[in-house]
């Protein structure tokens, strides 16, 4: 049973748009989120990581967490074409420390 | 550039026939992931350690394939017997401690014909 959740599948969003992506824990023992980032061809990069409620912001990235309902999003403003890519939230128990991922979300910004 | 290393890049079996991979850690990193990315994309944890002990594996890591991290060694993952299912991207990931972030390499990509 896939134990976290991302949506939507793919994402197309123009150059300067905005793009928001989600990811949902079904295992009430996870704690911490975090967010990768896939180019093609590439290995995954950490992009954030969150284990508060609340938001976090670096730059054009902004992550929210609610721990309630175990839902995370990531959102990108002023997408540029460099930021496609495949982005994938993975979901961490820190007491067994192991580490799931989602099937992530494909985004493609266009020019 | 990642500081994981993984060998071979490409690796091609026949069914039935033993696959070896290898990784070298970050220095430093203690914490050991294998990851199965498969054609669309889909992560799926096979086994992780701390040093050179076992700290979760799942259930088909437990029958064809094995894992370990030696001390001063590469860690490796081996399939003992190939299937054609096995075929995808094969990603170890080092970090400084369980709950840290994960540093991933290039990956190994498996091809079983």
């Known amino acids: 049973q896939q134990k976290v959740q991302q949506s939507p599948e793919s994402l197309i969003v123009p150059e300067g748009g905005m793009a928001s992506l989600n990811c949902t824990s079904s295992?009430?023992?996870?704690?911490y989120f975090w967010w990768y980032r896939q180019h093609s061809g590439k290995s995954p990069k950490m992009l954030m990581s969150i284990f508060s409620n609340g938001e976090k912001e670096e730059g054009r990235f902004t992550v929210h967490l609610n721990k309630a309902s175990l839902h995370t999003s990531l959102h990108i403003r002023d997408s540029q074409p460099s930021d496609s890519a495949l982005y994938l939230c993975?979901?961490?128990?820190?007491?067994?420390?192991?580490?799931?991922f989602g099937d992530g979300t494909v985004l493609t910004v266009k020019p | 550039n990642s500081k994981v290393i993984q060998t071979p890049r490409y690796l091609v079996k026949g069914q039935g026939q033993k696959a070896k991979m290898r990784c070298i850690p970050e220095?430093?990193?203690?914490?050991v992931f294998w990851y199965q990315q498969n054609k669309n994309n889909e992560f799926k944890f096979l086994i992780n350690?701390?040093?050179?002990?076992?700290?979760?594996q799942i259930d088909m890591t437990e029958k064809r394939f094995s894992a370990e991290c030696p001390s001063n060694s590469p860690c490796s993952l081996e399939i003992q017997s190939s299937e054609a299912g096995d075929s995808a991207l094969y990603l170890c990931a080092s970090s400084p401690d369980k709950n840290e972030r994960l540093f991933f390499g290039h990956g190994t990509k498996l091809s079983v014909l």
């Open positions: 350690f701390q040093n050179q002990e076992v700290l979760q």
């Open positions: 295992d009430r023992n996870v704690d």
């Open positions: 220095k430093g990193h203690p914490v």
């Open positions: 993975a979901a961490s128990d820190t007491n067994t420390g192991k580490l799931t």
